[in-house]
């Protein structure tokens, strides 16, 4: 049986009708009846906030007419279902009204089992968009909260990408003490370029990782050779050029390191074909590794060395401005030589502030 809830709006502007209607309904379904007589009446019970299930509307009314009461209805109460009653025996007339949002309509004179009938058809029609809506809401919420929980899995999965990458960058310290803060500052130095070329933030991700892991090959060659203070022979400088291929081969098969592979592989090439392991050019190098090249260099002259004091910002621009063309690619100089000065100075004191940490898979994010 209907629940008391269910209050059906009569609307007539002959009150004898509404009173039959109302009538048929309540002993026939024990429906709650409100009645309005007049259009403008029922309109101002929709607005009022009053909740009714089931609105039946005459359709030939003084005043607002059906059709516009129909219509004004629908757009403060679009989950109502309405049915036109009318005595006009016209089809057109009907099919207009259904045209217009109209669940049903009836012709006058009509039985009471007709009437419950289109009742009970419009309330259970009511009761399936209901149903149908909270299960809607309630997919809605269940994706939204299993995807809130798959972005929950893939920041951690990341950030255990920031954490191999950090016993990576480790390892590398303790094998060559000079890499200390050369493989950080130079990353910072290679994003800050990669963002203002615009590039996306996975590929400034692939990037930083690639900027990163840089010099991870020098893990494979012999201390002897890597920690040697006089200068290498000619064998020993083939040797320690490998660590290019061996650290491609080393992080090739890692899922997440695979893109940034080829940057290591490719971070000691320039741009006019001089450079190892390959002897590529131009584009033939990965972008990454054409930006790398620069913050590389930039990060080389500007920091000290045995055999050398840092030099200044001013001359590490005018070295990367004199071989644009032969080691750096000329288009991510020009970009690097617009950027302001104290972009690099700035990037190099939070990376030697001790609370500094640096997060490799959200480099792409501003």
């Given at each position: 049986m209907p629940s008391p809830s269910e209050r059906i709006l009569v609307v007539d502007d002959e009150e004898p009708i509404r009173e039959i209607v109302c009538s048929m309904l309540i002993a026939g379904?024990?429906?709650?009846?409100?009645?309005?007589?007049s259009g403008e009446e029922a309109l101002a019970l929709l607005e009022s906030g009053d909740e009714f299930a089931l609105m039946l509307s005459d359709l030939m009314m003084t005043g607002m007419d059906g059709l516009a009461l129909l219509e004004r209805a629908k757009e403060r109460v679009p989950e109502m279902p309405v049915v036109m009653v009318t005595a006009v025996h016209d089809i057109s007339v009907a099919l207009a009204a259904i045209r217009n949002g109209a669940y049903d309509y009836l012709l006058k004179p009509f039985e009471r089992e007709q009437l419950l009938a289109t009742v009970r058809r419009a309330l259970e029609n009511r009761r399936l968009k209901v149903e149908n809506r909270a299960y809607q809401t309630n997919l809605e919420s269940l994706v939204e909260a299993r995807t809130q929980q798959l972005h929950n899995t893939m920041r951690n999965l990341e950030r255990s990408y920031d954490i191999t990458l950090e016993a990576l960058g480790d390892a590398l310290d303790l094998?060559?003490?000079?890499?200390?803060g050369h493989s950080k500052r130079v990353t910072a130095f290679t994003i800050a370029i990669a963002k203002q070329m615009g590039l996306s933030d996975k590929d400034?991700?692939?990037?930083?990782?690639?900027?990163?892991?840089?010099?991870?090959?020098?893990?494979?060659?012999?201390?002897?050779i890597l920690r040697k203070p006089s200068k290498l022979t000619q064998d020993e400088v083939a040797i320690m050029r490998e660590h290019c291929y061996r650290g491609y081969q080393m992080l090739r098969k890692?899922?997440?390191?695979s893109e940034a592979s080829d940057i290591v592989y490719a971070h000691?090439?320039?741009?006019?074909?001089?450079?190892?392991?390959?002897?590529l050019k131009g584009d033939q190098i990965p972008l990454g590794a054409r930006i790398f090249s620069i913050a590389d260099t930039l990060d080389a002259i500007t920091s000290d060395r045995p055999y050398r004091p840092a030099q200044s910002l001013?001359?590490?621009?005018?070295?990367?401005?004199?071989?644009?063309?032969r080691q750096f690619d000329p288009e991510v100089v020009r970009v690097f030589l617009a950027m302001p000065e104290n972009i690099w100075s700035d990037l190099r004191k939070q990376i030697n502030s001790q609370s500094y940490r640096f997060s490799y898979t959200a480099a792409g994010k501003s």
């Open positions: 379904g024990k429906y709650d009846c409100v009645q309005a007589g094998k060559d003490a000079e890499t200390e400034i991700r692939v990037i930083a990782r690639g900027a990163f892991l840089h010099d991870i090959g020098k893990m494979a060659i012999p201390d002897a890692i899922p997440f390191l000691q090439e320039k741009y006019d074909g001089t450079g190892y392991p390959r002897g001013t001359a590490a621009r005018d070295e990367i401005q004199r071989w644009a063309g």
